[in-house]
Nanobody
Framework: EVQLVESGGGLVQPGGSLRLSCAAS????????FGWFRQVPGMDREGIAC???????YYTDSVDGRFTISTDNNKNTAYLQMNNLKTGDTADYYC????????????WGQGTQVTVSS
């Protein structure tokens, strides 16, 4: 059974940090690229970071320089380190995986909530 399980969300003050984890199982981790997305209720889902199987990373402008995506092939886990969090980062965060060479994300996690508030 394929699973992506996010964890690490919570309440943090502006300027604080959180690290989200995405534990993967049921597929060959190293063959997949991973992305992090976020969604505010009533708004479209936004892709914010991705990492290819060769380690190349991409970030949307709003998080570039503050967030870092990474993977640990030994732990079958993807991470999103979020620093200098802002109130505008408040959202539900999701990880997703897509097979190398494909366009669409095939597997999705259930999401973890991040609230940035003083």
């Amino acid at each position: 059974e394929v699973q992506l399980v996010e964890s690490g969300g919570g309440l943090v003050q502006p300027g604080g940090s959180l690290r989200l984890s995405c534990a993967a199982s049921g597929f060959t981790f190293g063959d997949y690229a991973f992305g992090w997305f976020r969604q505010v209720p009533g708004m479209d889902r936004e892709g914010i970071a991705c990492i290819k199987t060769d380690g190349t990373t991409y970030y949307t402008d709003s998080v570039d320089g503050r967030f870092t995506i990474s993977t640990d092939n030994n732990k079958n886990t993807a991470y999103l380190q979020m620093n200098n969090l802002k109130t505008g980062d408040t959202a539900d965060y999701y990880c997703a995986a897509k097979c190398r060479g494909t366009q669409d994300y095939r597997y999705w996690g259930q999401g973890t909530q991040v609230t940035v508030s003083s």
